[in-house]
């Protein structure tokens, strides 16, 4: 009689144990998720710091580098302008200077007499008088075959290859023959469609880019 009852203690139990095993289980592996989730979530958010300050870092070191290159372009153009500054003084021409009129100026007429070359001045650009009188002569020379219609005028100016800058050079060049078109425009009877302009880089005469040359030549086919 007393094992029959011990059997049915026995038979009794065992359901609450297995109850409360489960419970822990339960507990422990919903333990576990919380903790698991925390650490996903505090990882995310740690990385997050850590991006951001990296990135904060980053621009800081490229903010420093772009302002030592630009300091250091800075000083390259300071050296650079002064370095102009030099070229420009040193061709006679200093920064900023106006162009000049001519106080006097240099001509010759090839031996066939078919080209006038004018020597100005370093900053010059201006058709003195007794050069006027000689374009003059010149076309008065020719004014008969510029009329036939068979011959035309090349009015080349140099550009100096020692000017400061490119523009300088092209300003002073291009000066220089607009003078000498208003001059010859002047002239009475000759058609104004003869003049063909050029301006030719580099290329001195008699030892100077600062010239002028008036050739009449006759026309071709092209």
Same mark, same amino acid.
């Given at each position: ?24 289980? @339960?507990?422990?592996?919903?333990? #576990? ?8 979530? /505090? ?8 991006? /951001? *300050?990296? =990135?904060?870092? @980053?621009? &800081?070191? %490229?903010?420093?580098?772009? +302002? ?14 002064? =370095? ?10 200093? /920064?900023? =200077?106006?162009?000049? =009129?001519?106080?006097? *100026? ?18 010059? %650009?201006?058709?003195?008088? *007794? ?15 510029? #009329? ?5 005028? /090349?009015?080349?100016?140099?550009? &100096? *290859?020692?000017?400061?800058? !490119? ?18 425009? !002047? ?25 002028? +040359?008036?050739?009449?030549?006759? !026309?071709?086919?092209?």
């Amino acid at each position: 009689m007393s094992e029959r009852r011990e059997d049915d203690l026995a038979t009794l139990a065992w359901p609450g144990f297995v109850d409360i095993l489960s419970a822990v289980v @339960i507990m422990f592996v919903f333990f #576990l998720m919380i903790v698991s989730t925390s650490l996903y979530f /505090h990882t995310i958010i740690y990385k997050s710091k850590i991006l /951001h *300050q990296s =990135e904060i870092q @980053i621009k &800081s070191s %490229i903010q420093q580098d772009n +302002k030592k290159d630009l300091k250091k372009e800075i000083k390259r153009l300071s050296a650079k302008n002064k =370095e102009l500054q030099e070229q420009l003084e040193g061709n006679g021409i200093s /920064h900023g =200077e106006q162009l000049e =009129e001519s106080d006097e *100026q240099a001509f010759d007429l090839s031996k066939d007499k078919m080209t006038l070359t004018i020597y100005f001045g370093v900053s010059s %650009i201006t058709v003195v008088d *007794q050069t006027k009188e000689e374009i003059e002569m010149f076309f008065d020379t020719h004014k008969s075959k510029l #009329l036939t219609g068979k011959y035309i005028v /090349h009015v080349e100016v140099g550009k &100096s *290859q020692n000017a400061a800058t !490119k523009s300088i050079a092209r300003e002073v060049a291009l000066a220089r023959l607009f003078n000498i078109r208003n001059e010859i425009l !002047k002239i009475e009877e000759l058609p104004r469609n003869i003049i063909k302009a050029n301006v030719i880089d580099s290329v001195k005469i008699n030892d100077t880019y600062n010239w002028a +040359k008036l050739t009449v030549k006759r !026309k071709t086919n092209d």
